[in-house]
């Protein structure tokens, strides 16, 4: 069976967001008898998720999610990131699972639900349900300086499994999506894939990561470095690049961002993880960073540029550098603010009114591939 991807379908098949609702969400706000800017930046974002759900005013949001990608990768090896008791991808997801982690616990305050994706945690294949693992690719990654990440075919399996992960997510009727990621190592990978698309050198995006001193982010450049050599031969061809220097969370990542934009299912972005995907997703689909927004800036010199190119600028500036999803999920106040004090509470004039679009037709990552 051929389940080679074709990232070409993407450009054409990614719409813009409803303009039309967007402007009539802005009347509506003025019909409210509020002065211009009276609740600032709410009315952007409220805006902003009218033109998403394709109708105005703006529904509330009611079925948020909380959706991290899991992964190993190989440069960790390298001793890139800060060790610490519990701090293992597989304990950190063991966490989420109970409960117990941060974001579990903001996830259950603010009323969203929380999904575990396990691509490539470098733990036994059944330390986690299944339904945590059933899309898992391998068992952590190559280490990128000196070998790819993935074979193609891991690479392709990884993305599509994203694709299909969407589809579950906007099937199941998540009206908003917030996107982060745990594993050991990412924040160096991360900084390889945005300093390849962005054209720099090592040292303006190598951060801090997980807290390392000056020493080890020595180490961190360098490896960046060394991967950075390994990843411009591909940057014409996202997959390739994804396999050379990424892993299967970040081709996982990056398919479910382009089928998402596909699906109109709105995205937060969590930190310098899903930035980098975003970016190796905007060179498939220039039209897909509007569906999404940027929750916070964690600090990461990585994640800005990332920003800059894709011209998101962040609800929040909290320097949330934990990773799996808090960052993206502490902007969900702010969004269901937007959305519940623009929302319609009775009759809306109609002049103020986009109707709803009608239910379309839109392809499923099966019927992408030619599986369905």
Same mark, same amino acid.
């Given at each position: 069976?051929?389940?080679?991807?074709?990232?070409?379908?993407?450009?054409?098949?990614?719409?813009?967001?409803?303009?039309?609702?967007?402007?009539? $969400?802005?009347?509506?706000?003025?019909?409210?008898?509020?002065?211009?800017?009276?609740?600032?930046?709410?009315?952007?974002?409220?805006?902003?998720?009218?033109?998403?759900?394709?109708?105005?005013?703006?529904?509330?949001?009611?079925?948020?999610?909380?959706?991290?990608?899991?992964?190993?990768?190989? =440069?960790?090896?390298?001793?890139?990131?800060?060790? +610490?008791?519990?701090?293992?991808?597989?304990?950190?997801?063991?966490?989420?699972?109970?409960?117990?982690?941060?974001?579990?616990?903001?996830?259950?305050?603010?009323?969203?639900?929380?999904?575990? =994706?396990?691509?490539?945690?470098?733990?036994?294949?059944?330390?986690?349900?299944?339904?945590?693992?059933?899309?898992?690719?391998?068992?952590?990654?190559?280490?990128?300086?000196?070998?790819?990440?993935?074979?193609?075919?891991?690479?392709?399996?990884?993305?599509?499994?994203?694709?299909?992960?969407?589809?579950?997510?906007?099937?199941?009727?998540?009206?908003?999506?917030?996107?982060?990621?745990?594993?050991?190592?990412?924040?160096?990978?991360?900084?390889?894939?945005?300093? &390849?698309?962005? +054209?720099?050198?090592?040292?303006?995006?190598?951060?801090?990561?997980?807290?390392? /001193?000056?020493?080890? *982010?020595? =180490?961190?450049?360098?490896?960046?470095?060394?991967?950075?050599?390994?990843?411009?031969?591909?940057? +014409? /061809?996202?997959?390739?690049?994804?396999?050379?220097?990424?892993?299967?969370?970040?081709?996982?990542?990056?398919?479910?961002?382009?089928?998402? &934009?596909?699906?109109?299912?709105?995205?937060?972005? /969590?930190?310098?993880?899903?930035?980098?995907?975003?970016?190796?997703?905007?060179?498939?689909?220039?039209?897909?960073?509007?569906? *999404?927004?940027? +929750?916070?800036?964690?600090?990461?010199? $990585?994640?800005?540029?990332?920003?800059?190119?894709?011209?998101?600028?962040?609800?929040?500036?909290?320097?949330?550098?934990?990773?799996?999803?808090?960052?993206?999920?502490?902007?969900?106040?702010?969004?269901?603010? &937007?959305?519940?004090?623009?929302?319609?509470?009775?009759?809306?004039?109609?002049?103020?009114?986009?109707?709803?679009?009608?239910?379309?037709?839109?392809?499923? &990552?099966?019927?992408?591939?030619?599986?369905?």
């Amino acid at each position: 069976m051929d389940t080679t991807v074709d990232l070409d379908s993407f450009s054409s098949l990614v719409e813009r967001p409803d303009e039309a609702a967007r402007k009539a $969400a802005e009347e509506y706000r003025q019909q409210l008898g509020l002065p211009p800017g009276g609740l600032g930046s709410l009315e952007e974002l409220g805006a902003w998720l009218a033109s998403v759900q394709g109708a105005a005013p703006v529904r509330p949001v009611a079925a948020a999610k909380v959706l991290l990608f899991a992964g190993d990768h190989g =440069v960790a090896a390298l001793g890139v990131s800060r060790p +610490g008791p519990g701090r293992s991808t597989a304990a950190r997801v063991h966490a989420v699972l109970e409960g117990t982690a941060p974001v579990a616990l903001l996830a259950r305050r603010y009323g969203a639900a929380v999904r575990v =994706v396990d691509m490539a945690v470098d733990a036994e294949p059944h330390e986690f349900p299944a339904e945590v693992s059933q899309y898992r690719v391998r068992r952590g990654s190559g280490r990128i300086d000196v070998e790819d990440a993935l074979t193609a075919e891991e690479t392709s399996r990884a993305f599509r499994a994203g694709m299909a992960i969407a589809d579950e997510e906007a099937d199941a009727g998540t009206d908003l999506v917030l996107l982060g990621d745990i594993g050991t190592g990412s924040t160096t990978v991360a900084a390889v894939l945005v300093g &390849a698309l962005c +054209g720099t050198d090592a040292a303006a995006v190598t951060g801090r990561g997980s807290g390392v /001193d000056d020493r080890v *982010w020595m =180490v961190k450049c360098a490896t960046v470095r060394d991967s950075l050599r390994r990843a411009r031969p591909v940057l +014409g /061809d996202q997959l390739a690049l994804l396999a050379a220097t990424g892993g299967a969370d970040f081709a996982a990542i990056t398919g479910f961002l382009l089928q998402a &934009a596909v699906r109109r299912l709105p995205v937060v972005l /969590d930190g310098v993880v899903s930035a980098a995907c975003a970016l190796v997703a905007q060179r498939v689909a220039f039209r897909a960073p509007e569906w *999404w927004r940027a +929750g916070q800036d964690s600090g990461e010199p $990585a994640q800005a540029k990332a920003y800059d190119r894709l011209t998101l600028t962040p609800v929040q500036q909290l320097g949330v550098k934990a990773g799996e999803g808090v960052g993206a999920l502490l902007a969900l106040p702010l969004l269901q603010a &937007a959305s519940d004090t623009l929302a319609e509470p009775g009759e809306v004039p109609a002049a103020a009114k986009a109707e709803p679009r009608p239910p379309a037709k839109l392809p499923t &990552a099966a019927e992408l591939l030619g599986l369905g």
